[in-house]
């Protein structure tokens, strides 16, 4: 049996929603083994001069812990 952990991030990107919920992933993977997945629960933008000008997202990464029975990669 596995044990899997939540937690919250928030990212950004000058790109796109999609872009910032790879930077939240790719930043999380740094400290972090076995994401499985990431819940992108809230997108939000700064508008400067009618143009968004930064993409937002809050989400939740959920990763598998080391000893809980699955894999230990």
Same mark, same amino acid.
């Given at each position: 049996? #596995? ?9 950004? #990107?000058? @790109? #796109? ?36 000008? @930064? ?8 990763? @598998? ?9």
């Amino acid at each position: 049996m #596995s044990v899997i952990k939540v937690i919250e991030v928030m990212a950004n #990107s000058t @790109e #796109s929603w999609e872009d910032a919920a790879q930077t939240a992933v790719t930043h999380a993977a740094q400290t972090l083994k076995n994401i499985r997945s990431i819940y992108v629960k809230e997108l939000t933008a700064v508008v400067e001069q009618d143009r968004i000008t @930064e993409y937002r997202i809050t989400g939740k990464i959920s990763f @598998e812990l080391l000893g809980g029975g699955g894999p230990q990669t």
